[in-house]
Every structure is written in structure tokens, then in C-alpha cells.
């Protein structure tokens, strides 16, 4: 099991501290004077480990980084082991740290701990697929993308926008702004008078055109990479999609104060709730986040503003007010402590 979860976390650009012990390993993500340590302690039943003895570990471990000349030091220590109520005993009291069950191959997690420690549960999470992999035939092998895609909410939602784009696609043109609003795109007349209020949320998978699509698709993918692994799949689609009709809201109220009538579809206003979110996650992880820094993000999101402001044909008003719904969002769903739990 050690090796198993050594080769992932490698596999993930972790560096790897070796100890005399071989029950005890350490791993590490650096960047600048900043470092995130995972503590990997095989707690099987020969290993005789005190709470004394293990926290007295951890200072060992914060001296050693410290002598590297890192002084923001994070450390998370994960326990492997059978031995569920004596591993306890040991973490009870230490938020930065989990049980990894080995027979049942679960995370286990308890009230006073965090929910994730910078994605490492999405990590954990392929343990029992990359276990069970070994017997796999090669043509079950070809699935292993399925099994441990760390984000399938956020992939399903670029599949789902791109096949209705195909679909609209077969039966007239994205281009066309009569077909578009036939279909569903935001208008506000028949929003007003007709009370198509269904369009808020119809628009939102609709996109003029393959341009207009493959942009917002791709800038989907690589921001849900990060979101959606520490929000959990269903606060990652709640996200998406209230995100999504705060951008519609956003875009009609602007229209009305505006009385203008101009068509709207896309899925960037609910890009932009993602991007929202993520700037609250990397601003509670003290401005960096994975190789994401807060200054970086700033400037992702202002050129992307600003963009906006200087295209003719943008809806900034959705593309704001996705981005305020995803911060709002973010701050009320994101959470690193849950209640006392067992996950599998």
C-alpha cells in the first residue's frame, strides 16, 4: 500500500525524503520559501508509535524543512493501518491529519479534521483502482482516465455543453441569431412578455459558434481541474449552474436598465462563477494554491475583464456577475472541516 501511494504522489510531482525507518516517508511540493509536506506512516501492528512519539515527529519533520530554509511550512500526516481505534488515539487531536483504512482501502476523517490537504483526497481516492489494476485485462486498462479523472463532474459538463452544440449544430447554425433564440439563447423580449424564464438557464449550454465554444471549454477544463477536487462533485455542479443563471440574472438586469434587446448564450458567464470560486480558494489558502499565486490570478481575471470591456460582442454583465455568484458561492459551500465522517 506504501508503494502504491508513493508512486501516485510522485506521479503528481511529490519529492520523496527516504527515512531509516521504513515505516515512516516523507513527501513534499515546493515553491519558493513555501512548502506542503504528506507524513506517510505505515501503522501496522509490529510499529509501536505513542501520541508523544508521533508529535514529536512532526516537530522533527518542521526543523528539517525549516534547515532547508523554508519558513511557510504546512505538514499533513496520512496513517496507514488496520488498527483504526489505536491510529486514533494517536491523531485525535491534530486537524492536519487522516487514517488511511488498508483492508477497506477508505479514507477515514473525523470532525476536528480537514476535509483535504491541497487535493490529496482525489489522490487517495485512485488507490483502489490503481490496486486493482494489476489484474485488469489491457482493454479494461484503456478506462483507467474514467476511474481517475480527479474531476468527472467538470469533464461531464464540457462533454454536455459540446454535444448540445453539436446537436444545434445538425439541425441549423450557431451563427444564425433567429435559430439561436428559437432554441433558447437569452432574449429578453421573450423573457418580458412571453415569461420564457427557462432561457436563464438554456442559454448557458449554448454557444455561437465552434470559436466561441472551444474558448470557453477549455478555460472550463483547466479551471474545474483545480475547483471541483476540493468541493466534491455535487458542490462543483451546484457551483456550475447557480453560477451559470447568476450570470443570466446579471446579464437581464443590465439589459433592462439598458432597454436593450441583444442575444445571449454561452457558458462563460458559469466560467467565470469557477474562476470566482477559485479566487476564494486561493485566497484561503493564504494566496497560493497548487502552483496557482494569488497575483497570478488577479491577472487571469483582469485581462479576461478587460477583454471583455474592450470586445463589442461580449456580455460583461454575465461574465461579472458569474464571477461575484462563484466567490459568493465558494465562500458558503467550500469548507476543508465536515462533521465526523467515514468516506469511502
Known amino acids: 500500500m506504501t508503494d502504491l501511494i508513493k508512486n501516485i504522489l510522485i506521479r503528481n510531482n511529490y519529492a520523496v525524503i527516504s527515512s531509516s525507518l521504513k515505516e515512516f516517508t516523507i513527501f513534499y511540493q515546493s515553491q519558493g520559501v513555501s512548502v506542503n509536506v504528506i507524513h506517510v506512516v505505515n501503522y501496522h501492528k509490529e510499529l509501536i508509535l ?32 488496520e488498527n483504526i481505534e489505536s491510529a486514533h488515539e494517536i491523531n485525535a487531536e ?13 479514507i477515514i476523517t473525523y470532525e476536528t479534521q480537514v476535509h483535504d490537504f491541497y487535493g490529496i483526497r482525489r489522490l487517495l481516492e485512485q488507490v483502489p483502482y490503481t490496486s486493482s489494476s494489476n489484474i485488469k485485462s489491457k482493454h479494461s486498462r484503456k478506462l483507467s482516465f474514467l476511474e481517475n479523472n480527479p474531476a468527472p463532474m467538470n469533464t461531464a459538463l464540457v462533454f454536455l455543453n459540446i454535444i448540445v452544440f453539436l446537436g444545434l449544430e445538425i439541425f441549423g447554425s450557431t451563427s444564425d441569431l433567429s435559430y439561436m433564440i428559437e432554441k433558447g439563447a437569452l432574449y429578453l423580449p421573450y423573457l418580458i ?10 442559454c448557458m449550454f ?36 447557480l453560477s451559470g443563471l447568476g450570470a443570466s440574472s446579471f446579464s437581464l438586469i443590465f439589459a433592462l436598465l439598458k432597454e436593450d434587446s441583444v442575444v445571449s448564450a454561452g457558458a462563460s458567464g458559469a466560467v467565470f462563477g469557477v474562476m470566482g470560486a477559485l479566487l476564494y480558494i486561493v485566497i484561503h489558502h493564504r494566496g497560493h494554491f497548487y502552483t496557482i499565486t494569488l497575483p497570478k490570478l488577479l491577472l487571469l481575471i483582469g485581462y479576461s475583464i478587460f477583454s471583455g470591456i474592450t470586445s463589442a460582442e461580449t456580455d460583461n454583465a454575465a461574465h461579472i456577475g458569474g464571477l461575484i455568484t462563484g466567490f459568493i458561492l465558494a465562500v458558503l459551500l467550500y469548507r476543508e472541516k465536515e462533521d465526523a465522517t467515514y468516506e469511502s
Open 50 to 81: 505513542t501520541k508523544e512519539q508521533y508529535l514529536h515527529i512532526k516537530e522533527q519533520i518542521i526543523s528539517l524543512f525549516e534547515k532547508k530554509g523554508f519558513s511557510d511550512i504546512k505538514i499533513f500526516t496520512l496513517i496507514l493501518t
Open 94 to 106: 491534530d486537524p492536519l491529519s487522516w487514517i488511511y483504512d488498508t483492508k477497506q482501502n477508505r
Open 193 to 202: 412578455y412571453r415569461h420564457q424564464y427557462h432561457r436563464l438557464f438554456t
Open 206 to 241: 449554448m454557444h455561437f459558434g465552434y470559436t466561441h465554444l472551444a474558448y470557453n471549454m477549455l478555460a472550463l477544463y483547466l479551471l474545474g481541474e483545480y475547483v471541483e477536487p476540493v468541493s466534491g462533485k455535487s458542490r462543483y455542479l451546484i457551483l456550475y449552474l
